[in-house]
């Protein structure tokens, strides 16, 4: 995940393709995709920190990105 932080967006290159959810530090969904192995999001995100849970191939991964 890349830059983190930011001051737009965020970008998210994996090997394999996962499925992804973002969400607030409330745990609210904001996004969710499939089967992806690049992702762009948060553009239109105000500033705080959120959190991408990341499921591939069964294993699930929790990062935090934090938007300025």
Same mark, same amino acid.
């Given at each position: 995940i890349y830059p983190n932080p930011s001051r737009?967006? !965020?970008?998210?290159?994996?090997?394999d393709e996962s499925d992804i959810?973002?969400?607030d530090v #409330? /745990?609210? =969904?904001?996004e969710k995709v499939r089967q992806v192995s690049q992702?762009? !999001?948060?553009e239109?995100?105000?500033?705080g920190i959120f959190v991408l849970q990341v499921?591939? #191939? /069964?294993? =699930?991964?929790?990062?935090?990105?934090?938007k300025e």
């Open positions: 737009n967006n !965020f970008n998210v290159s994996l090997s959810k973002v969400m #409330n /745990g609210q =969904v904001l992702f762009t !999001f948060g239109n995100y105000p500033a499921t591939t #191939n /069964g294993v =699930v991964k929790t990062l935090r990105v934090v």
